[in-house]
Every structure is written in structure tokens, then in C-alpha cells.
């Protein structure tokens, strides 16, 4: 748990020397405070830890897309946490998260750590460009669980690197295949993610690392 403290420490520490301040407000919401997850969730993570999560996660973002102004980022002004009595994990929608308090009940687990990288996961959906709505889902997915992989706070559970069927397979399948490609040239997911601004095609993987995404797909089960 250590390393993952440090590891955001640092890059907040980076952030700060960039001087950018912001008006974002947080929120969370607990709509299943009496429900056994619910009162997990008050009992072992908490409205303030979430909030401060939030705000880590959305400042960590800003330095993994390189998004130092506010021009280059949506213009978000709030971000809002529901724990809900519901199935799945989570989702986004707009700048609104929803936990599910069944999965926060149900996992065995440190769950402050799983709900930590959830919430890292959600964050970048709210702060990530979606190509206009022409981005692969699983693409979308996978820059997400990237972030959350570079924040360290990939689960064990995880596939590990060169495996799945296909790049565009989602969340941490794509999320190790963006890992390789960023470090074929630094700052990749940024770049991509830069491009996704005003729609989509894999196209984009030519022109910032000069070979297609099957090709590098290919290159990249092999290595």
C-alpha cells in the first residue's frame, strides 16, 4: 500500500509545481447508508477519504493526459459519488459516479484499496476524451484501467501482459497494451487521448507511433 501512497504523492508533488489551481467541487452520497454495503462503506472508506480521492485522482489524470490547462480538459465544474444500492461495480455518466454497495459488501478484500482504484477508474472516465462517440468501447475502458494501473493499484486479478484475444478487448487487456505502446514513445495515452478530442479512427496509432494497431498488437503478444 505503501508504494501506491508514494507513487501519488510524487506525481501530486509534480502537479503542484505546475501552479494550476481549479473551482471543482466534490460530492458524495451514500443512498444506501442502511443496506450491509452501505454501512461498509461509512464503517471502512468514507465521505472525506472519497472526496480526497477524487481530488488525487483528478489531479493525477490532469498529468497523465497532459492536460495542464484548463483548455486542454472538459470544462467540469462538479463531481459527484453515489454509493447505491445496485448490481455491477460502477459507472460514470457525465460527471456523476455510481459505487455499488453490493459489490463493496460482497468483496473479501482490502476494499478501501479495490474502492480506491475503482474510483481512479470512474475519474478518468469523467476527464477522458470518447472520440466523439466513436471510440471503441474497449478502448474507452482501457485508458481508463491504464490510469489506474500507472496510479498502482492494478488488482491481482488482472490479466498479465501479452495476454487476451484482441487490443480493443477492454479494461486491463487494452490497459497493458497502451502500457507497452507508451513506452514505444512517452506520452502515447496523452497523445491519443488529445486526438479523441474531436472523434476517432486507428488511424491515430499510425501517425504517433508509425505502424497500425494490428501491427502493434502483433508486436506486442510477441514480445
Not at 21 to 31: D, M, Q, R
Not at 131 to 149: F, M, N, T, W
Request: hydrophobic share 40%.
Amino acid at each position: 500500500m505503501a508504494h501506491h501512497i508514494s507513487s501519488l504523492l510524487l506525481f501530486l508533488a509534480i502537479f503542484a509545481a505546475l501552479q494550476v489551481t481549479t473551482g471543482l467541487y466534490y460530492n458524495v452520497t451514500n443512498t444506501a447508508s442502511t443496506t450491509p454495503g452501505g454501512l461498509k462503506f461509512t464503517n471502512k472508506i468514507g465521505d472525506r477519504y472519497t472526496k480526497q480521492t477524487l481530488i488525487s485522482a483528478t489531479r493525477f489524470i490532469w498529468i497523465i493526459f497532459l492536460q495542464r490547462r484548463t483548455t486542454d480538459r472538459k470544462t467540469v465544474a462538479r463531481i459527484s459519488v453515489f454509493i447505491d444500492d445496485m448490481g455491477g461495480v460502477a459507472y460514470t455518466f457525465n460527471n456523476t459516479i455510481h459505487v455499488s454497495a453490493n459489490y463493496i459488501q460482497g468483496y473479501s478484500g482490502d476494499v478501501k484499496n479495490e474502492i480506491t482504484g475503482v474510483l481512479i477508474h470512474e475519474t478518468a472516465h469523467v476527464w477522458q476524451w470518447n472520440g466523439k462517440g466513436q471510440a471503441p468501447s474497449g478502448l474507452i475502458e482501457g485508458i481508463a484501467d491504464y490510469v489506474r494501473l500507472k496510479a498502482g493499484y492494478a488488482p491481482s486479478h488482472w490479466v498479465q501482459p501479452k495476454q487476451g484475444d484482441r487490443w480493443d478487448q477492454g479494461y486491463d487487456v487494452t490497459a497493458r497494451f497502451l502500457d507497452y505502446c507508451n513506452g514505444l514513445r512517452d506520452g502515447f495515452v496523452a497523445e491519443l487521448n488529445k486526438k479523441m478530442r474531436s472523434g476517432y479512427n486507428n488511424g491515430f496509432f499510425v501517425e504517433l507511433l508509425g505502424k497500425t494497431v494490428d501491427q502493434l498488437w502483433a508486436e506486442y503478444k510477441a514480445s
